[in-house]
């Protein structure tokens, strides 16, 4: 059985909760419609819309609430819930802060989901949610029968990440007590529940990997489709020439390194590439996403993926030019952070279309793409970077750093204002940039659809 995981956009929360405490000391409702997210070990609930149960129509107490629910969603609007293999999530609201559903809360589910669930004809998730007066939520699934199963977590995206988690820690390691005295039990308790993706393991994603495992993240999903050579041992962290000569995978040999340290975080490996059905899936079941590729179809692949389930994604990059003579004329280290109501990629110019698709059609049909090439149809591909480890760690530092601010929300300026970090090796400076816009509609249209965005379905990004 799936674990269970609602998430939404921090947007959609903030209407949600606009409207379930309307500062009158009553409880009132609403329903959450979501798309299906399909993920290897989870069941992703994906917020497409919040809709308000009208205040006026419900009867609303102190500690109660109920609504009319099957007279406001008209059978039309049931059916198109039901073409679209939605779900239904019902939500109120407890002024009184209590986290627990109450019995009456249990009879009125029980009484509602034996409907909502007779509209549907497959298997498909719903339930309810309760909003307590901090923001945060818990969750449950309601089947036919009147059972009842927790949700895993509800996470909510937007400049900071909120993750409210139903899975219990117990901290009685030395290591642990240490994490605990810097960010707070509460944080360790999110690391500690945290299931997350690193797309890359070079420079950048083996140190990325290490700083999490350290830090005590439960799961870890890392995705590379390469193998070690003896050119990468400058660069990967726990590398070694025997691997290399015995061209190990670059996971599995990661993967070996972190288990032999012991220190509990479960490592799950994927030798491929981000259009791997495989991948994707499991992808869907992370709460976090870093990528640390070093081309424009990872990258766009990976904000389609992040766009589409609502994951929150940090992308790792570092640009290094060298002269020929042993000079280095550039190196910057570079750290963007991604969430689905803000600029994307794209938008800041990290990468361009015509390289998505050329570097796509080198992948798919080499002989094609060098003919197109010659041409001058398509972008010609890029060759790698000279390699300059300290400039990695920095890259690779700055987002993790950026990831705990925004788990645990110690920085003293907003987190906006850290959407893209960037420090010059060469002038010796570091800089920071606003997320100031809106994503490009090419991610727009597909914000939240889940399993039903072309963009991620169909493995091959459409450009």
């Not at 009125?108 to 409907?115: E, P, Q, T, V, Y």
């Amino acid at each position: 059985m799936k674990l269970l995981t609602l998430a939404m956009t921090k947007r959609t929360h903030e209407s949600a909760f606009q409207y379930l405490f309307p500062k009158d000391g009553l409880e009132a409702a609403g329903v959450f419609i979501c798309n299906q997210g399909t993920g290897k070990y989870h069941q992703r609930l994906v917020a497409a819309e919040f809709v308000g149960l009208p205040h006026e129509l419900s009867d609303r107490h102190v500690s109660t609430v109920t609504w009319p629910f099957g007279s406001y969603f008209s059978p039309d609007t049931i059916t198109n819930i039901d073409r679209s293999g939605q779900s239904v999530i019902t939500v109120h609201s407890h002024p009184n802060g209590d986290s627990n559903f109450s019995g009456v809360d249990d009879g009125n589910d029980r009484a509602l989901f034996s409907s909502v669930n007779a509209w549907f004809d497959d298997e498909r998730i719903n339930g309810s949610a309760i909003m307590l007066p901090d923001g945060s939520m818990v969750a449950r699934s309601v089947d036919g029968n009147g059972q009842f199963r927790s949700f895993r977590s509800v996470n909510v995206v937007g400049d900071n990440i909120l993750i409210w988690s139903n899975t219990k820690q117990s901290h009685s390691t030395s290591y642990e007590k240490k994490l605990s005295q810097t960010f707070g039990k509460g944080t360790l308790d999110r690391l500690r529940a945290m299931r997350v993706g690193v797309v890359g393991c070079s420079g950048t994603g083996s140190i990325l990997i290490e700083l999490l495992t350290r830090n005590c993240v439960g799961q870890l999903v890392i995705v590379d489709d390469d193998v070690l050579e003896e050119k990468n041992l400058n660069r990967i962290i726990n590398g070694s020439m025997v691997d290399a000569k015995n061209k190990l995978s670059k996971v599995d040999a990661i993967s070996r390194s972190f288990k032999r340290i012991g220190l509990g975080t479960q490592i799950d490996t994927y030798k491929a590439l981000t259009d791997s059905s495989e991948v994707v899936s499991a992808l869907v079941d992370c709460d976090v996403i870093f990528g640390c590729v070093d081309s424009a179809f990872g990258r766009y692949h990976l904000e389609c993926i992040a766009s589409a389930y609502l994951i929150p994604y940090f992308d790792v990059g570092v640009h290094i030019e060298a002269d020929g003579t042993g000079n280095i004329s550039a190196a910057d280290a570079v750290s963007h952070y991604i969430q689905p109501d803000g600029r994307d990629l794209f938008s800041r110019g990290a990468y361009h279309l015509n390289q998505v698709k050329a570097e796509n059609c080198r992948r798919v049909d080499p002989e094609y793409y060098e003919r197109q090439r010659i041409a001058g149809y398509l972008a010609a591909v890029g060759e790698e970077q000279p390699a300059v480890m300290s400039v990695n760690m920095q890259a690779a530092c700055m987002a993790f750093n950026d990831f705990i601010a925004r788990v645990h929300d110690f920085r003293f300026d907003p987190d906006r204002q850290f959407a893209t970090q960037r420090f010059r090796l060469v002038h010796g400076c570091f800089e920071s940039e606003a997320d100031d816009g809106e994503p490009h509609n090419l991610f727009k249209r597909h914000r939240g659809a889940g399993d039903n965005s072309q963009l991620v379905k169909n493995n091959i990004p459409h450009v």
